[in-house]
């Protein structure tokens, strides 16, 4: 069965310091990938998406993902992180046969200043 | 830019009523969705539409029903609300099943 696996509930970085979110998806085709950021108090925005192609895809706000297909991981990096980007991240896999988006449990970051 | 709206930020309602919640999206996309979020659990897809009058369920359908008379509103439907309906609940939109989803502020929804 499709899911995906965020593996951290949450994670306290510092402003200014790199971040990285960690995401394992299990798909047995070509997948689909995104990464979605919530806000509080706002609903879901793409932060960036892996279709085909460069395996290092960029996103808005300095975001960037890396698609590793030997380890099924699609892991969200930042080199420098602000406070505004205090939010949840979901990490998501797009199921052709099912029509269907499967998100994962998210990743909740904190910035302490 | 996409704009998807729902009709309540906040509501509260008690077990047994009939509860709708309204979604409308204004970039004529064909499909729109409905999702639960539950702490640990992320984003549960309960239903989907890719055109008008036509639905499919989720992963949990069960409790809720759906209604897509127009284009650009999505409705969902809990025909009688029970206290493990509360959640926040989530309508998105978009131009098809694997491309960006666009998703509104969110309904959280408290059942008494």
């Known amino acids: 069965a499709q899911s995906v696996t965020q593996p951290d509930i949450h994670i306290t970085v510092s402003e200014g310091a790199s971040l990285e979110l960690r995401c394992n998806y299990s798909?047995?085709?070509?997948?689909?990938l995104f990464w979605y950021v919530q806000s509080p108090g706002q609903g879901l925005q793409l932060l960036l998406k892996y279709f085909s192609g460069d395996t290092l895809v960029q996103g808005i706000k300095g975001f960037e993902a890396e698609f590793k297909r030997s380890q099924s991981s699609f892991n969200l990096r930042k080199p420098s992180v602000h406070w505004s980007d205090a939010a949840e991240y979901f990490c998501?896999?797009?199921?052709?046969?099912?029509?269907?988006?499967?998100f994962g449990a998210g990743t909740r970051l904190f910035v302490k200043a | 830019d996409v704009k998807v709206t729902q009709s309540s930020r906040y509501l509260v309602k008690r077990t047994g009523e009939k509860v709708f919640l309204e979604c409308v999206q204004d970039m004529d996309h064909e499909n729109m969705f409905w999702y639960r979020q539950d702490p640990g659990l992320g984003l549960r897809l309960i239903y989907f539409?890719?055109?008008?009058?036509?639905?499919e369920k989720g992963d949990i359908p069960e409790g809720y029903s759906v209604s897509r008379e127009k284009k650009e509103r999505f409705s969902l439907i809990l025909e009688s609300a029970s206290t493990n309906q509360t959640s926040m609940y989530l309508c998105a939109s978009g131009t098809g099943v694997l491309e960006t989803q666009y998703f509104g502020p969110g309904t959280r929804l408290l059942v008494l």
């Open positions: 998501a896999v797009g199921v052709t046969g099912g029509f269907k988006t499967i």
């Open positions: 798909y047995g085709a070509t997948p689909y």
């Open positions: 539409s890719y055109d008008v009058k036509m639905k």
